[in-house]
């Protein structure tokens, strides 16, 4: 079970954490994959702000999928990062979910009402696979392994 959750936390941290670096280091490539949305479809300080959030990200998303990559190497290590790693996904999933639902009712444009279901939709997912490798890395602190 260990290998697996450790192989679906490395996957989805890495979709994660490799858009946010894409925003970041290539935002032309990361609107022509859907990946953000363009500065002409979007309000003007939403657009600033999904940039500054990606470099950030960038610099703190890493830890989920080290996380992952220490759970399948079956790493004592992966508890530590996982609380952290963890920590991130969830506030990265609830700030992205938050500003999102905050500037729409200000009604202001975040995007087509497709991508903006589609973020919705893979904020909560990250959200929850941070949420489960909380718990997770909790529950094998607690019992020592």
Do not use: N
């Not at 450790?6 to 490539?29: F, H, N, R, Y």
């Amino acid at each position: 079970m260990s290998t697996a959750w450790g192989i679906t936390v490395v996957a989805l941290g890495l979709l994660a954490w490799g858009g946010q670096a894409m925003s970041w280091l290539a935002p032309e490539t990361a609107v022509r994959l859907g990946v953000m949305e363009s500065e002409e479809t979007v309000d003007r300080t939403f657009f600033a702000d999904v940039r500054a959030e990606a470099v950030w990200d960038t610099f703190t998303l890493w830890t989920l999928v080290a996380a992952g990559v220490l759970l399948v190497m079956d790493h004592a290590w992966w508890v530590y990062f996982g609380l952290v790693g963890g920590g991130m996904f969830v506030y990265f999933a609830g700030r992205g979910i938050a500003s999102r639902r905050s500037i729409q009712q200000a009604g202001f444009s975040v995007g087509t009402p497709k991508t903006v279901g589609q973020a919705y939709l893979f904020l909560a997912v990250w959200g929850a696979v941070g949420l489960i490798t909380i718990v997770a890395a909790v529950v094998a602190l607690q019992s020592g392994s």
